[in-house]
């Protein structure tokens, strides 16, 4: 069982920047693959970025290379989005996912576990 909690949401002004944590319990968060969503009013959650169990491997939608970071630290037991150059059309809830298997890394039924999500809002 593993659990998931965000944090770092916030309202930013657009070209700013935020640092979004996903803290997991349990023992076994290193064998889990790691992947953030989103999802604004009235569309479907939507992938963001993934990274491998071992970190190894990073994984962005287009509309976010180049200004998102995944990462992870293990001994914390945590995972990160760092997000740049934020525009008002990255306005939504962020959540983190956990999943044990490898495979379609942007496709949420194949995540086991999730948060509860953390509101970023970035203003024009």
């Known amino acids: 069982q593993v659990q998931l909690v965000e944090s770092g949401g916030g309202l930013v002004q657009a070209g700013g920047s935020l640092r979004l944590s996903c803290a997991a319990s349990?023992?076994?968060?290193?064998?889990?693959?790691m992947g953030w969503f989103r999802q604004a009013p009235r569309k479907e959650r939507e992938f963001v970025a993934a990274i491998t169990w071992s970190g190894g491997s990073t994984y962005y939608e287009d509309s976010v290379k180049g200004r998102f970071t995944i990462s992870r630290d293990k001994a914390k037991n945590t995972a990160y989005l760092q997000m740049n150059s934020l525009k008002p059309e990255d306005t939504a809830v962020y959540y983190c996912a956990a999943r044990l298997y490898s495979g379609r890394h942007y496709y949420p039924p194949e995540y086991d576990y999730w948060g509860q999500g953390t509101q970023v809002t970035v203003s024009s």
């Open positions: 349990g023992r076994t968060f290193s064998s889990y693959g």
